[in-house]
């Protein structure tokens, strides 16, 4: 074979100056763009010239101004858009710099943007970057890029789907556009020059694909699953997209989907309909640190199918996304932390692309002349022929250097998104970040006028600043469990692997525990798989009231010696069982999954919950067990400091099996007390798992005592007995009242006022304004209420929807909910499962029948035909009336109430017409209405704009009030204190006249 021009010039790239090159071409491209206008949004006159401007010199008004962008579609009337324009950028509301406070004043004030053509304004800037969705229009644009030798790759603005139908009628629109497209793009006269590759003819119609809006149920549990239905939607496009001979392009979006996508690609164009056709490619994200394999992975996969494919290499268009998701997981970062690194990193795999331009057709999708300048000289060294890849730039943006690009003969494609304004916001908005990032190219060159020079450097001699390492935790400092990345094959694994393991383990007995030794009892209850009740998960003991004394006196005789322990040392059990569950964390997300019916990341987050309790009350107590000073005064030490409350029953429910339960356990543990632990009876498997847990860590024998038992009998027996000093309780309001009261009277004998620590339930409501994010408020909404099939006390049952938006958000909210897959939790995917067991059931089910007659059964899903599961299909009912059971009774299921409300005063009104203060929510964009909601909704725990469960150890410290608790908050730092009763140590320190020196000079330091 004779040589490659790439092997050619091997020889001479050792003499090669890159850098001079760069430059060259770098200095090139800048004089060609200094011929052209520069980009309108940097022209600082007009509108969007003076509000880019003031963006990029005020921080604070950037991110106003974008929230009101953001909003701004969905506002109907001109006094919406007036109050949210002063609600965002009143002279009140925005804070802005001196230097802009001038600038305001010189262009006529605040009010020249309150003119009444704001709407229109913001329409038109983002007429600048989309072509909008008039087809005479979308195609006449395209026709003008044509003549100017731009060849084009059009996008279907609307990344969330949030239902299946929405997902067909994406799929569709996507058909529809391509026929459209087909048909005009074969009456231009004459080819695009940038179609003209030294290959051949590339295709003129090439469309740009988004995948996440080809399913609505994307799960990372379940990829499989999501790549089929996918596929399903994909496949008419692609077979008419081979019909047309059009090109098809994934789109890379956020990482939770970048594997994804890229096995997509590799299954579905190994399918032998579309082996040979339709010509395809995919964009790659330089920002990613794994992107270098991937895209080594992807040329094998092309080499192996002999697929001339083409990779779009970008830098990534989500970076803020992605860093702020992995900080609150807790994940690694998957971004580079400097920019200079993403820079760096491109420039890397362009050079990979060149290096393998025999196997794949490169584009380089970058508004960046460093960038480009690099591709050109690198190219020129390796001999790649400047036409056989191509540029690819955004529409709207950087025209200068499209124009220079064209001018030095590349080949360039606009990438053009179509649509409607409303879903366009998203794209609106990440397109005017990038134009007003301080760090981005666009404003450094057409705003900042930094130098040609600093603008051209190598960006391999600044990426070497070390990165900030992730930081390892100081071994004192709480840090949540991170919940398991389920995009990762290997924790998928894990957890099928431990069904497997657990199934072959079922139906074993468990005993109480007493004194750390098991107990066995004449009865055993089953404790039975919600999805499937001939499934014995295990049999748990049933304790007499007899066993149930027996563990008390274990505890009475275990606290004393407990409590003289010194906290660090209680404190290092929890953490010693913290890393035990950790070290278990598949096989008790099995149990979790069989005995309670979770799903794989409900089960999960359940795991990691009981994890986080372990380490932060230990932190908590290892702060708490030192004394502290009350106040510091000459001569008299004052230290206050805790003591245990003595013996408590800790009384949990089946709902968040593990957390919970470990959660009430451990406080009252690490605080110095001994506990019976008495866990629910749908879930006994995983509080006798728990105790195996708290005797491997090494508790001592009686410190906590497993009674598993009918809770009416034994459970009443020990709540009333004078010899009890505190029970913790987490259930229904009933049982919860009952324990209140019970406590409440003292008997005879009865050393100390009983402490009652009690979680009760919720009616928990959500407020929808008229101006929330659709998008977000249906799939939250979805979540809340449907989440763990509505059995948490947490969970969304009454939606309050203001009357602008009622019947769209309804239709929507329906959707969604029907796009949703039903079944059993162990089946990766499924989102809801069955309830806990047969008498919740018909209990919903018989709510769910007399709710028809208070309210209209606006949607009911359809569940699996499985008589051996306890399914109850999640239903919605609207136009339910404040006075109805439905609004006012907590189901403790899948069953949601939705009301209209005629503004937000009444929203407001009704939600708080409730007897119980547990959670709550609103979604709204109205600053005003925000602030309003943080004030007057009761609630313990207020979500804004997003989902209303899974509260997070430390960072939402929860429980509610009124009639569904007591005040208390689980996982915040003050929950310790009701295991504990203060005690205040003063000692006079002066002998004779005079203070030891040590108090002094401990005063001294203290004063110091
Ligand atoms: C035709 C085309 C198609 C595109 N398709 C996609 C796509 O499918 N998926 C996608 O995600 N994006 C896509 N983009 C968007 C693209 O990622 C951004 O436009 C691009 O990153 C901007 O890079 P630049 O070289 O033009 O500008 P520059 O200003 O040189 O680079 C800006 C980029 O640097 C990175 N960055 C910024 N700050 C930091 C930091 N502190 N640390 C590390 N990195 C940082 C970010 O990626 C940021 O976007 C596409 C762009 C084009 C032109």
């Known amino acids: 074979m004779p040589p490659t021009a790439l092997e050619k010039n091997k020889d001479k790239s050792t003499t090669f100056d890159l850098e001079a090159k760069v430059r060259q071409y770098g200095e090139q491209l800048f004089a060609q763009m200094d011929a052209a206008e520069p980009p309108s949004l940097f022209s600082k006159k007009g509108f969007y010239g003076t509000v880019m401007d003031w963006s990029m010199r005020d921080e604070h008004f950037k991110t106003q101004l974008f929230r009101f962008v953001d909003v701004l579609p969905t506002l109907t009337s ?8 002063k609600e965002y950028l009143g002279d009140d509301e925005v804070k802005l710099s001196p230097a802009l406070r001038v600038g305001l004043k010189a262009a006529g004030g605040m009010s020249w943007l309150f003119g009444s053509g704001i709407k229109a304004q913001v329409t038109g800037m983002a007429r600048q970057f989309m072509l909008g969705d008039d087809n005479k229009e979308i195609v006449a644009t395209l026709k003008k890029l044509n003549e100017q030798e731009i060849a084009f790759t059009v996008d279907i603005l609307g990344e969330t789907v949030v239902s299946e139908a929405e997902a067909d009628q994406y799929a569709k629109r996507y058909l529809d556009l391509m026929d459209l497209l087909a048909r005009e793009v074969s009456k231009w006269s004459r080819p695009c020059q940038s179609n003209e590759s030294p290959r051949g003819r590339l295709p003129a119609l090439n469309v740009s694909v988004k995948i996440s809006a080809l399913y609505s149920q994307i799960q990372p549990t379940d990829p499989d699953t999501a790549i089929n239905r996918i596929s399903v939607r994909l496949r008419p496009i692609l077979r008419r997209a081979k019909e047309l001979g059009a090109f098809i ?58 697929r001339r494919i083409t990779v779009r290499l970008v830098k990534g268009a989500y970076w803020d996304y992605e860093t702020i998701i992995a900080q609150q997981r807790h994940w690694s970062i998957p971004v580079f932390a400097h920019k200079a690194e993403t820079d760096a990193n491109f420039e890397k795999l362009s050079l990979l692309l060149l290096e393998n331009d025999r196997i794949i057709d490169a584009a380089f999708g970058s508004h960046n002349v460093r960038s480009i300048a690099h591709v050109l000289a690198q190219a020129e060294r390796l001999g790649v022929a400047r036409r056989n890849f191509e540029f690819q730039m955004l529409y709207g943006m950087a025209d200068p250097i499209k124009a220079a690009v064209l001018a030095m003969d590349c080949r360039l494609r606009e990438y053009c998104p179509v649509g409607e304004l409303l879903p366009g916001m998203a794209y609106l908005v990440r397109r005017l970040l990038e134009n007003t990032s301080n760090e981005g190219f666009l404003a450094n060159k057409f705003a900042k006028d930094t130098s040609r020079d600093a603008l051209l450097r190598n960006p391999s001699d600044l990426a070497r600043i070390p990165a900030p390492q992730d930081s390892t935790p100081d071994a004192r400092t709480f840090v949540n469990e991170p919940h398991i990345d389920f995009t990762l094959p290997r924790e998928r694994e894990k957890i099928r692997a431990a069904l497997q393991r657990l199934r072959q383990n079922l139906g074993n007995r468990h005993p109480l525990v007493i004194n750390n030794k098991p107990v066995s009892t004449a009865d055993w209850l089953p404790s039975l798989n919600p999805a499937n009740q001939t499934e014995i998960i295990g049999y748990a003991a049933q304790a007499s009231v007899a066993e149930a004394d027996s563990a008390l006196a274990s505890a009475r005789t275990a606290q004393p010696k407990w409590a003289r322990t010194p906290a660090a040392e209680r404190a290092a059990i929890l953490e010693k069982v913290a890393a035990l569950m950790r070290r278990d964390k598949a096989d008790l997300c099995a149990l979790e999954i069989l005995e309670a019916g979770k799903n794989w990341p409900e089960a999960d987050a359940d795991v990691a919950e009981a994890i986080d309790f372990c380490n932060f009350y230990a932190a908590v107590m290892r702060d708490l067990g030192r004394p502290k000073r009350t106040q510091v005064v000459a001569g008299e030490s004052n230290l206050q400091h805790w003591w245990p409350r003595g013996i408590g029953v800790i009384i949990a429910p089946w709902n968040f099996p593990l957390a919970i339960l470990t959660g009430m356990a451990s406080a009252a543990i690490v605080a110095g007390n001994a506990i019976i632990i008495k866990p629910s009876d749908q879930t006994p498997v995983i509080g006798a798992r728990l105790m195996e847990l708290l005797i491997e860590a090494g508790l001592p024998a009686g410190v906590a005592n497993l009674l598993t038992g009918p809770g009416g009998k034994v459970g009443a027996h020990l709540v009333s007995h004078p010899q009890i000093d505190f029970i913790a309780f987490t259930g229904s309001k009933e049982v919860g009242l009952r324990i ?61 929807v203001l009357e602008d938006n009622y019947d769209k958000f309804v239709e929507r909210l329906i959707a969604a909910a029907g796009s949703l897959p039903i079944g059993p939790g162990e089946q990766a995917g499924n989102v809801i499962g069955p309830v806990i067991a047969r008498d919740a059931e018909q209990r919903i089910l018989g709510i769910i029948e007399a709710g028809k007659k208070e309210a209209k059964l606006a949607w009911q899903g359809t569940v699996p035909n499985d008589a051996n599961a306890c399914y109850v299909p999640p239903t919605i009912f609207t136009e339910v009336p404040s006075t109805s059971r439905l609004f006012r009774e907590e189901i403790f299921g899948p069953v949601l109430a939705v009301s209209k409300a005629k503004d937000f005063d009444q929203a407001i009104e009704l939600a708080n017409e409730s007897e119980f203060a547990l959670t709550g929510g609103c979604y709204s964009r109205s600053p005003v209405n925000i602030e309003r909601i943080k004030n007057e909704l009761v609630c313990g725990n207020l979500y804004i704009n997003r989902t209303i469960t899974g509260a997070i150890v430390e960072r ?45 000079q401990g005063m001294r330091r203290e004063l110091a």
């Open 956 to 1000: 939402h410290p929860f429980g509610g009030f009124k009639m569904s608790g007591g005040g208390t908050k689980a996982g915040g730092r003050e929950y310790l204190v009701n295991f504990l009763v203060p005690r205040v140590v003063t000692e006079n320190c002066i002998r004779r006249g005079f203070a030891p020196v040590e108090e002094s």
């Open 740 to 800: 209140w009261e019970s406590a409440g009277r003292t008997a005879p004998g009865q050393a100390n006022l009983k402490k009652v620590v009690c979680e009760m339930g919720g009616k928990n409501c959500v407020i929808v304004d008229s101006d929330a994010d659709m998008d977000e408020a249906v799939v939250g909404c979805i979540a809340s209420a449907f989440g763990y099939q509505g059995q948490k006390c947490s969970a969304l049952s009454r939606l309050i």
């Open 78 to 85: 001109s006094s919406e858009v007036g109050k949210h324009l």
């Open 249 to 306: 392009n994934f789109d890379m979006e956020s990482y939770v989907l970048k594997d994804l996508t890229l096995q997509l690609f590799k299954t579905i164009f190994a399918e032998s309909e579309f082996a040979s056709g339709p010509t395809c490619g995919l964009a790659m994200q330089a920002y990613l640190k794994d992107c270098e394999g991937d895209l080594r992975d992807l040329l094998d996969w092309a080499r192996e199918h002999k």
